[in-house]
């Protein structure tokens, strides 16, 4: 149940003491920059949003050219940076975690020469460590490789 105390405060719902999305012209009262940082703040997540998507359509794009419809081909290409297997690494300490490492950074490059854009070597050690590429768990962790029990 929606709320209005004044005709120019924002409606609340009252379920959930917090302002209703139904109205645009408040939303948009709401958001809308109230200095010039703001304003010049706004424009750069803009850009950067449209940076961000811009990229995205154009790996789309990069992805079919070089792989099609081949999914096994992409994954052997990006397994091909680990040599097929994952990496265990043997970490004691969260400070001995890296960001790159020199497979990440060949992976970037092979990427970019592509044409792929927006992926550095952070980017693609991040996703190699999403993939299960590497195991970057310290060897503390139950999900360290090392610690695992099973088939």
Request: proline residues 5%; glycine residues 4%; aromatic residues 10%.
């Amino acid at each position: 149940m929606m709320s209005y105390r004044r005709e120019n405060e924002i409606p609340v719902d009252s379920n959930l003491n917090r302002p209703t999305m139904t109205n645009p012209r408040v939303m948009t009262k709401m958001n809308a920059p109230k200095n010039e940082n703001q304003r010049t703040g706004c424009a750069e997540n803009w850009i950067s949003i449209f940076t961000t998507i811009k990229s995205a359509i154009n790996n789309a794009k990069v992805f079919v050219e070089h792989f099609g419809a081949d999914e096994d081909a992409f994954s052997e290409f990006l397994w091909s940076f680990v040599d097929g297997e994952p990496v265990v690494n043997y970490r004691e300490r969260m400070e001995d975690i890296t960001v790159t490492t020199e497979a990440s950074t060949e992976m970037s490059k092979a990427l970019k020469k592509m044409g792929f854009s927006f992926i550095g070597p952070t980017t693609c050690y991040a996703m190699m460590q999403a993939a299960g590429m590497v195991d970057d768990h310290l060897v503390s962790c139950f999900r360290h490789t090392s610690n695992r029990r099973g088939p």
